[in-house]
């Protein structure tokens, strides 16, 4: 079985500032890693994720997430938030193999002026 | 671009009544999927469904869910007896394919509210 940890129930941070939301999962197989956004009154939507290959994803939006294995982790991060970037971001994982998503709790990025 | 859909986008129901939970997922994608997150709580599988049949399910999944896909285009999630305790908001989700290279995309959401 997989579980996901997002230490962070919310992160308030300034317009331009960097942000980084950490993930960290547990797992006895090898996982995929996912980022997901939520913007209010809308879906989940993927934002980037690793399966295999270079550490470090880019994905979309200006986010990049860096897979590390010894610490277990995948955080998120992007090195200058715009107020739209305000919405909620869950870290999933999954089994290889498999396409069930074990989510964490989420992250609430609040960016203000 | 295509999208999953949900209605209704809220549900107020009462304990032991029935609820069914409606998504229309992306027209040719071939895996359909609900998870619920109860408010505070992580966002939870609760099953998969390929093919005219349960491919995964959850243990939450008990005897009192059941999904359908009545005709072409609608995947239904049904609770038969509602207990307090399943107010959450219920994601759809489907996908082309299995497995991590093809992305679930997923809907708004339906938030169930059982008093």
């Known amino acids: 079985a997989q579980s996901v940890t997002q230490l962070d129930s919310q992160v308030p941070v300034f317009e331009e500032a960097p942000v980084e939301l950490r993930c960290n999962y547990s797992?006895?197989?090898?996982?995929?890693l996912f980022w997901y956004v939520q913007y209010p009154n809308q879906g989940l939507q993927l934002l980037l994720k690793y399966l295999s290959g270079s550490t470090l994803v880019k994905g979309i939006n200006g986010f990049e997430a860096e897979f590390n294995k010894s610490q277990t982790s995948f955080h998120l991060r992007k090195p200058s938030v715009h107020i739209s970037d305000t919405a909620e971001y869950f870290c999933?994982?999954?089994?290889?193999?498999?396409?069930?998503?074990?989510f964490g709790k989420g992250t609430m990025l609040l960016v203000s002026p | 671009e295509p999208e999953v859909t949900q209605t209704p986008s809220h549900q107020v129901t009462q304990m032991g009544q029935e609820v069914i939970l409606r998504c229309v997922p992306i027209s040719n994608h071939l895996y359909f999927y609900w998870y619920r997150q109860i408010l505070g709580q992580k966002v939870e599988f609760l099953v998969s469904?390929?093919?005219?049949?349960?491919?995964?399910k959850s243990e939450i999944f008990d005897d009192q869910f059941s999904v359908e896909r009545p005709d072409g285009s609608n995947f239904t999630l049904k609770i038969r007896s509602t207990k307090l305790e399943d107010s959450a908001m219920y994601f759809c989700?489907?996908?082309?394919?299995?497995?991590?290279?093809?992305?679930?995309?997923f809907g708004p959401g339906t938030r169930l509210t059982v008093t």
């Open positions: 469904f390929y093919n005219n049949e349960i491919s995964e």
């Open positions: 989700a489907s996908s082309p394919g299995t497995g991590a290279l093809n992305e679930q995309y």
């Open positions: 999933a994982v999954s089994a290889e193999g498999y396409s069930t998503l074990t």
């Open positions: 797992s006895s197989v090898s996982v995929y």
